[in-house]
T-cell receptor, first 110, second 115 residues
Framework: GQNIDQPTEMTATEGAIVQINCTYQ??????LFWYQQHAGEAPTFLSY????GLEEKGRFSSFLSRSKGYSYLLLKELQMKDSASYLC???????????FGKGTRLHILP | KAGVTQTPRYLIKTRGQQVTLSCSPI?????VSWYQQTPGQGLQFLFE???????NKGNFPGRFSGRQFSNSRSEMNVSTLELGDSALYLC??????????????FGEGSWLTVV
């Protein structure tokens, strides 16, 4: 079966750095997405990794290791508006489906 | 450029009834996917439509169905509603079919409550 694991909740302090991990075991792999979802709102796209390595986009970076089935999202200089759920999702090449993890709810403390 | 538009945003239905939800994708996008989001299960894939054809289907019963029109707008229908169908239903559109690795953009969702 398909399995995507990420921590349920995390807490961090404003101005700090936080790393949200995601591990996956899926039937085939094409790439991995990260989405941000504020309470009551639609998920919004953050990043898409296909190749191993780190991709930086402003305060947010995403890392992928295909051999380890592992990704992380790194958020720097945390702001209160970063309080949200972060969803890890895998695009499977066997059947072209995108499978989402249950999300990590991130709380930012002042 | 308008985003993905879903209607209605909120609705309450009674067990046994049926419901139709509508989704207008971003202009130029040809793929529409539907997801169900609940606190316990997270985001679960329902189906994907591309060029009016269902390309992919998740593990949901036949009570859940959908279609796509020639203008790429999509509707999903749930018949014989059950209490467990209460959820946020999210529509997402992308330029091309999902397997091509295009980013999917979500609408605000339709909150369905079944009583």
């Amino acid at each position: 079966g398909q399995n995507i694991d990420q921590p349920t909740e995390m807490t961090a302090t404003e101005g700090a750095i936080v790393q949200i991990n995601c591990t996956y075991q899926t039937s085939g792999f094409n790439g991995l997405f990260w989405y941000q979802q504020h309470a009551g709102e639609a998920p919004t796209f953050l990043s898409y990794n296909v190749l191993d390595g780190l991709e930086e986009k402003g305060r947010f970076s995403s890392f992928l290791s295909r051999s380890k089935g592992y990704s992380y999202l790194l958020l720097k200089e945390l702001q209160m508006k970063d309080s949200a759920s972060y969803l890890c999702a895998v695009l499977m090449n066997r059947d072209d489906k995108i499978i989402f993890g249950k999300g990590t709810r991130l709380h930012i403390l002042p | 450029k308008a985003g993905v538009t879903q209607t209605p945003r909120y609705l309450i239905k009674t067990r046994g009834q049926q419901v139709t939800l509508s989704c207008s994708p971003i202009s130029g996008h040809r793929s529409v996917s539907w997801y169900q989001q609940t606190p316990g299960q997270g985001l679960q894939f329902l189906f994907e439509y591309f060029s009016e054809t269902q390309r992919n289907k998740g593990n949901f019963p036949g009570r859940f169905s959908g279609r796509q029109f020639s203008n790429s707008r999509s509707e999903m229908n749930v018949s014989t509603l059950e209490l467990g169908d209460s959820a946020l239903y999210l529509c997402a559109s992308s330029l091309d079919w999902t397997g091509a690795g295009n980013t999917i953009y979500f609408g605000e969702g339709s909150w369905l409550t079944v009583v």
